[in-house]
Structures are given as structure tokens and as C-alpha cells.
């Protein structure tokens, strides 16, 4: 008779999507050899190295997701730190209404298109997926069909987000962007709208630890109306979403949507910076040397 628990001594039931895992706390438990994994008491196993694992080893799991298996392997080595050339330059970054970022200076970021393509295949696997009978062979296919294209997605997102931020906090001193908590957010069917929103949050933070590393300054102001005024002369050029661009009629300044509002962005830092604003861009006062930057201010 089993104790109290009825489930003592049994292996609990895992349903088949679920994750599993084995963790080999250390060497030689698991090792390297002419690209074979060696796990013991497993065997070698081929892989795919996706990097190769600079260091000495310390940990390997080894996890499976979604039909794939996956070793990651932590390993000890010496802290580098980034050192960024030093940079006087202030931007503005703003969030596309079709496009991913624009900055103050007018460059317009566009979602890559792999990820647009990803997205308008997991719409359409989705849509399969909800046609098929419950509990059949065909659903399962589907659905694990769906759960590698978000995989996918996950991935080609965060490698994105990495590139643009490295990107960026190698070229800026100071950068200054719209804080999303305060933005009230529309909801739009806009396809490329959803990745811009879904993806900013997280664009965001490593944007900020990016540029902590780096000695960049970093902050976040609210972006109340900054896509209602006029970057030109301070006037209320009130807008609907649809309007693509910025048409003052107080002084005449004709500029994209966003790129006048990336400007009205680095307009709101409370960062010391001189210069004009004319190109969208500002130097920075004081001196040129990052160390006398302060520290990165989240928030
Ligand atoms: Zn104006």
C-alpha cells in the first residue's frame, strides 16, 4: 500500500510537451571531444556547437525543448570589459509606428524582414492548428510545429535586439528614449506594430545594461505628446495615428512622424547637452571622457 501520499515512490506523470532536463554539475561528467558531446553514463553524442565554449567548463545541462535537445554549458573566465571608444554624441530613439525604432537623427530601423516572415507563418500554423480535432495526431503535429516557429521567433528577435543595441551604444555617448510603462498603448491590428510593442521592453533592457557596460549614459523619459509637437517651434500639431508626417502649420516644418518625435525625445533629456538639435543629434557638455559620464538611470 503506498503512505499517506498515494504518489510515493512513483515517477510523477510529464506530459510530452513538457521541458526536461539533466544538469552534470562538472567535468568529467560531461566533456568535449572532436565535436562529440560526452555525457556519462549517456554516451558521445553529436551536436551542432553553436559557440565554442571559451574557459575552463564548469556546468553543462542539458535541456530538451520542443523535439530538440540543447547542452549549455557554463563556463569560468576572465571579466572582459567593454571599453567603447569615447563618444560626445547624444540620440533620441523613438518607436516606429511601422518600423521598429527611428532615431533622432532620421535613421529608420526596420523589423528584419526574417521576423516578419516568421511572424505571418506562425499566424498562419495558428490558424491550422485551430482547425484540427482535439486529442488527434495531426493537432500534435501542428501544435509542435507552432511552439518551433515561437522558438524561432524568440531567438531571431533577441539576436536582433543585440546587434541593433551593441549598434548603437558603440556609437552614442548619451542616449535617451521613450519610457514604454507611461506610453499609453494603442491597440492595432498593424502586424508590424505588435513586433515593434512586443520586442521594445526587452530591446530596452539590453540597451541599458549595453551601455552601463560601456561607461554610456542611458535614460528613459516620459513620452507624453512628444508625436504631437512640433520639433521646429515647440507648437501642438495634433495628429491621428494614420498621419505618416509632421506638417507645422505655426513654422512650416515638414518632417516624418517619427523623426520628429525621436527628436522631441532627446529634447526631453535632462542630460547637459549643447549644441543644435537641427540634425537631430546633440553633443554633450563637459568632458569628452566617458568616465565622467554618471551612471546609467533606469526609470
Ligand atoms: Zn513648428
Redesign the pocket.
Known sequence: MAGKSGKAGYPSFKSEGRYDSITYPQEPGFSIRDGKLALSKIGHIRMKMHRPAEGRMKMCTVVRDSGHWYACISVECEARTRTARPSGRHIGIDTGVTSFAVLSDGTRIENPMYLTRSLKKLSRLQKGLSRKKKDSANRKKAKLLVTRVHRAIRNQRADFQHRLSRTIVDQYGAITVEDLKVRNMVRNRHLARSISDAGWGSFLMKLAYKAEEAGRLFEKVPPHGTSQM?S??G?K?PKSLSVRTHR?P??G?VLDRDHNAAINILRRSTVGATGSYARGEAALSGPSSNREVPSVRAG
Do not use: E, Q, S
Open positions: 512640433c521646429g517651434c507648437g500639431v507645422c505655426h513654422c516644418l
